[in-house]
């Protein structure tokens, strides 16, 4: 382990590879000169030599190239993607501040600043109730909270339009989060506290790192309106960042990108059939994946009965608030995932899709 870098001798040696390979192509245009290849010293250089100087040749294009002072930061041994598709969203780790343990606040207090219709995350556990305004998670993405004595994280990245919670314990380990400031497939990259190891927020998996591999057990959540929220659950809290509200908190500075078809990062795969920014709420069951288009739910009556891998469910859907989620046949709330179309299908390219044509037989509620 290279102790400025915090990577592996291996990891460090590709991500020369990569910053040369990317550098080589750059190098007339930007008039750029590379140092001598460490092969022209030969035998001459011990190895101690040719690690420094592999090293400081790194330093040497990250400094050229200043959005990969971001990569600095992290531990990127035992990496589970390639890191050629890990990017940097343009800020710098924990340049989007992460909600460590919110200010917690009641229903009747927060109608100073919340709307019927703004959107908020619910959580319930343990018969305790909680709503994370969107309009504060798109400016800090992550909260550490506890509810109901449970430690959980309540993730959200603007970008794929995805909420997801977790619980923040891996193992016998409480742990903390924040934001990387670098995504993967357009979406989310938060690091722990303990290892600074990466994790994806739509797959609840970290990537790189010592926990490489370990994932985050997802907990229901609900998507929906205040409105919605606080009637089915009167006795709600509401968290807020450590110093409260702030009206720069009105200003929603991703509208213009949600409506539009032009994504602001790549993704690995993609499906053009439909509007990139469309909204779904997909499940995966037993290794099958499957998507409902909000716009299809519109249409219907719900619940919506069908089966995913062998598992009944019933999908259900509020018009006034536009609130999709999924039960079991006893209507036990499932984990599931609301978002963009592009970033379900980036992560889940087997996907199927609700076809009303084909698939299930229609209820009433």
């Not at 207090?109 to 309009?135: C, H, Q, T, W």
């Not at 997909?282 to 998507?291: T, W």
């Not at 970033?343 to 609700?354: E, H, K």
Request: with cysteine; aromatic share 12%.
């Amino acid at each position: 382990m290279n102790l400025l870098t915090g990577v592996g001798d291996q990891e460090l040696n590709k991500a020369i590879n990569v910053e040369l390979s990317a550098f080589s192509k750059r190098e007339i245009k930007d008039g750029y000169k590379l140092l001598p290849d460490p092969s022209f010293y030969g035998a001459k250089m011990t190895h101690k030599c040719r690690k420094g100087f592999v090293l400081l040749l790194l330093l040497i294009i990250l400094a050229l190239n200043d959005k990969s002072w971001a990569f600095l930061d992290f531990d990127f041994s035992n990496n589970l993607v390639p890191l050629k598709e890990i990017k940097s969203g343009g800020v710098s780790k924990d340049g989007i501040p992460a909600v460590i343990f919110p200010e917690i606040i009641t229903a009747k207090k927060a109608v100073e600043f919340m709307k019927d219709s703004d959107r908020v995350m619910g959580l319930s556990i343990n018969k305790k109730s909680r709503a994370y305004p969107i309009k504060i998670l798109n400016w800090h993405e992550l909260v550490n909270d506890r509810l109901g004595e449970r430690d959980v994280l309540i993730s959200f990245c603007p970008l794929c339009g995805t909420g997801l919670v977790f619980d923040r314990r891996v193992g016998n380990k409480e742990l903390t989060f924040a934001v990387s400031g670098l995504l993967y497939n357009s979406d989310l990259l938060f690091y722990d506290h303990h290892s600074d190891s990466l994790w994806s927020q739509i797959e609840g998996k970290a990537i790189t790192g010592k926990f490489s591999g370990s994932k985050l057990k997802q907990l229901p959540s609900y998507h929906t309106t205040w409105d919605y929220w606080k009637k089915q659950h009167p006795e709600t809290t509401v968290a807020l960042p450590e110093l409260g509200y702030m009206p720069s908190y009105e200003a929603d500075e991703y509208a213009a990108y949600n409506k539009s078809n032009e994504l602001m990062f790549p993704v690995s795969k993609k499906d053009t059939r439909f509007h990139p920014k469309e909204t779904i709420i997909g499940v995966r069951l037993n290794g099958v994946a499957k998507a409902y288009f909000y716009s299809t739910l519109e249409k219907l009556k719900t619940p919506i009965a069908d089966a995913v891998g062998g598992q009944p469910i019933l999908v259900h859907y509020d018009k006034a608030s536009s609130t999709a989620y999924i039960t079991n046949k006893n209507n036990k709330l499932l984990n599931s995932t609301v978002g963009f179309w592009f970033a379900w299908y980036a992560f889940n390219s087997d996907t199927l899709i609700y076809n009303t044509a084909i698939s299930s037989q229609l209820l009433t509620e």
